[in-house]
Structure formats: C-alpha cells, structure tokens
C-alpha cells in the first residue's frame, strides 16, 4: 500500500488550522463576553461572570462613559444608564495602580481621588447621609479570592448631552449654517457658542452614588452608581443585586 505524505500533510494541516480558528473564536467569544441561556454576562479574559440589570429603567448603552466623564471607554466592560433619572450603573476591569507594597485602601484613596478631578463633579463620602473624612467611611472585608470595599457618596455633579444629542446639535447648527460663502457675524457667533456648550454641563445636580471595588491579584473590578438624588434609592437594589451576582471564573489566554 502505498503512503501518499503530501496528501496526509495537506489533511493534518487543514485540521490544524480548523482547530486554531475554533480556538481563537471560543476564546475571543469569551474575553469579550456573550450572553448565556440564563441571561449572565461572562468573560473569561477577564475572569468572571455577573448578571446584568434587567428590564426597565436600565438599559445597557456605550455612552455612559461620557455622560458623566467617570469611566474609561477603553476599560468599561458593562454600562448601563437610566434615561429617566440620569443614573448610571457600571463596572470598570482594570489593572491595580499600587502592585508594589500597595494596600487596598491604597487603590481606593486612588479611585476617590480620580473622581474629585473630573471637571463639574463635587462628590463627598457619607455615612448615614452625614459626610465624613474618606478613611473612616470605607467599610472593607474579605472575602473568597478577593478583598471587597465600598463607600457611599454625596454631592453635586454636572451631566453633558450625550454623543447623540451633540451630533443632532451640529447638524442642526450646519444646516442654519449652509457652505455657501463668508458667514455671517451671527453665524460665528452660534458656533463659538455651541463649541463652549460642548465643554460645559448641560445641568448640575445632586446626586448620590456607591462605590463597590474587588482586588483579585493585580486586577481591579470597580462598580460605579451614580443617580439623581430623589431617584438612587430606587435604583440602589438593582445595584447592590448586581453587585452580588459577580462570580470569579478560571481566567482565559489573554
């Protein structure tokens, strides 16, 4: 019998590539998260599972990052915004910023920190709705494969329009504004206008908000709600549930 090697190796390397393209996709699938049959949000690069809010008032948007300038597109896996209210529920994956001999209330002074800097934002930590220095309103524990904190906030904030609602308002402004020669001392003026309006809050408020953060090895997973002060409580038990669906899973490749 005779053995044809071109044919066995042509048949062993399209298998091969058959199995790294299953490969790569199972694994791409799974870092950037899918939905299961029973409605969980996984990724696997990452290293957990969570239960997304479901149903009325949230739903799930890539603009949240902007609208309040808390969170990092480029590190936000889930967001979720209140159309009603202006609330925002979020969980940022991020790697922690003291590897060396940082603590966790290290990671948290951080966290703090970064949201006092954003422009408009004049968030304070509370405890039983009274303020209180920072130190002694965290509240930390352990708990299996990670250290858990969360602390409270209260305060003022400046909302912008959302990268939809700009776009509708440049259009609108270049459709007043028609290329068709010098424009007019009016028409400059509107467009000075509108770009000092794009740097600006549309409103300020008072808002309230949670902060909840897992230190597992060199990652962070930090939670953010933030809502309209008359509306948090409503929305604070559909965050705290999701906060407690988050599972650790075995983490993928990358």
Not at 217 to 239: K, P, Q, V
Request: charged share 25%; with cysteine; aromatic share 14%.
């Amino acid at each position: 019998m005779k053995f044809h090697s071109n044919k066995f190796d042509f048949n062993t390397h399209g298998l091969f590539i058959c199995l790294v393209v299953a490969g790569l996709f199972s694994v791409l699938t799974g870092c950037a998260g899918y939905s299961t049959n029973d409605g969980k949000f996984v990724s696997v690069r990452h290293g957990f599972e969570i239960r997304p809010p479901g149903g009325e008032p949230w739903r799930r948007t890539p603009d949240v990052a902007n609208l309040l300038s808390l969170n990092d597109p480029s590190t936000s896996v889930l967001y979720f915004d209140n159309p009603y209210s202006g609330g925002v529920i979020s969980l940022q994956v991020l790697p922690r910023h003291y590897p060396g001999d940082g603590k966790m209330i290290d990671e948290l002074r951080y966290i703090y920190r970064r949201m006092l800097s954003v422009p408009y934002a004049n968030m304070r930590t509370v405890v039983k709705e009274k303020f209180i220095a920072f130190e002694l309103s965290v509240r930390q524990a352990k708990i299996p494969e990670a250290e858990r904190a969360e602390f409270n906030l209260k305060g003022s904030m400046g909302r912008r329009p959302s990268t939809l609602a700009r776009e509708e308002a440049r259009r609108a402004l270049e459709f007043e504004q028609p290329f068709g020669g010098p424009r007019t001392r009016e028409e400059i003026k509107a467009e000075r206008a509108f770009q000092i309006d794009q740097l600006t809050p549309a409103y300020k408020a008072n808002y309230r908000g949670k902060v909840v953060v897992f230190l597992r090895g060199g990652t962070l997973y930090e939670f953010y709600y933030i809502d309209h002060e008359a509306a948090y409580e409503s929305g604070l038990r559909d965050f705290d549930t999701f906060v407690s669906s988050l599972k650790f899973i075995s983490r993928g490749l990358f």
